[in-house]
């Protein structure tokens, strides 16, 4: 489900970031939610990044949401006009998605 959600088609960024939240949620081994976590990375919204930041506090799943969300926050037309926002994220996701060192 998580690699067909992704493809092009005619759902909005929003619908297929729902189409994703629901099985991560159902989801019974860690792969697969890393799975769906990183085809997250291909919802281009700044919602994709909120979604992603709540993975943060899992240990076998945090790895894949900072990847997640620095590959989000290196799209200008995401992280430009949520800039605040994303500087409110824990550290260790911004600090290679904005460039900086630690």
């Known amino acids: 489900m998580a690699r067909v959600v992704i493809l092009p088609d005619a759902r909005t960024d929003d619908a297929k970031l729902a189409l994703l939240a629901r099985p991560i949620k159902q989801a019974d081994r860690n792969e697969d939610r890393r799975l769906i976590l990183d085809r997250v990375r291909e919802v281009h919204t700044f919602p994709a990044v909120r979604f992603a930041t709540g993975f943060l506090g899992e240990p076998k799943l945090a790895s894949q949401a ?37």
């Open 66 to 102: 900072c990847a997640t969300i620095a590959d989000l926050l290196h799209r200008e037309e995401i992280r430009n006009p949520n800039q605040a926002e994303a500087n409110k994220i824990p550290h260790a996701s911004t600090r290679f998605a904005t460039g900086g060192s630690s």
